[in-house]
Nanobody, 124 residues
Framework: QVQLVESGGELVEPGDSLRLSCVAS????????LGWFRQAPEKERELVAA????????LYADSVKGRFTISRNNAENTVILLMNNLTPEDTAIYYC?????????????????WGRGTQVTVSS
């Protein structure tokens, strides 16, 4: 089992930056593929970014490329999502997810472990 706890979500203004953190406990962190998802009101949950076991491979949704960066610290069991130049369209609940099977996971149903989410609101 893997437990995930997100933090860092808050109300910010357009153009601001925000750093989300997710701390994992349970199974070996370095063997987890990790991802950040988000779900906006009345929309389906979508993958924002994902990173492989080592952090050597990453992928991003087209809507966040060049603005968001995912990184992991295997020594601290933490995965970070750094979000720059936020827009109101980034408003959503952001979830951290983990997969202990694949080196990197690219779709929602590949992630068996989920955090409870953290709310990000971008508004002036």
């Amino acid at each position: 089992q893997v437990q995930l706890v997100e933090s860092g979500g808050e109300l910010v203004e357009p153009g601001d930056s925000l750093r989300l953190s997710c701390v994992a406990s349970g199974r070996g962190f370095s063997n987890l593929a990790l991802g950040w998802f988000r779900q906006a009101p009345e929309k389906e949950r979508e993958l924002v970014a994902a990173t492989s076991w080592s952090g050597g491979s990453t992928l991003y949704a087209d809507s966040v490329k060049g603005r968001f960066t995912i990184s992991r610290n295997n020594a601290e069991n933490t995965v970070i999502l750094l979000m720059n130049n936020l827009t109101p369209e980034d408003t959503a609940i952001y979830y951290c997810a983990a997969d202990d099977v694949r080196p990197i996971a690219t779709v929602e149903n590949e992630y068996p472990y989920w955090g409870r989410g953290t709310q990000v609101t971008v508004s002036s």
